[in-house]
């Protein structure tokens, strides 16, 4: 069982805000994971061959300049937007 204060690290580090109930499903959420991540350590891949991937052969685009998206057009979809700028939540404490 994971502690509770592992939870509460957990659910910070996420920033999230959870009611004591969520914190108990959050728990065990993490076990079943954790549990998952050990079954997968226990896979043997002694004999498997490691994927090397690189870019050559790999199809991108031509990196061309182009004219930038105009302010407008790129905010028309934002949910929130003040003085030409997308608003969007607060994420470092001040």
Known sequence: MLSKETIEKVAQLAKLKLTEEEKETLGKQLLDIIEFVNQLN?????????FEYTLEGTLLREDVPQDPLPREKALMNAPERENGFFVVPRILEV
Do not use: A, N, P
């Not at 226990?42 to 490691?50: D, K, P, S, Y």
């Open 42 to 50: 226990q896979v043997e891949t002694e004999q498997i061959e490691g």
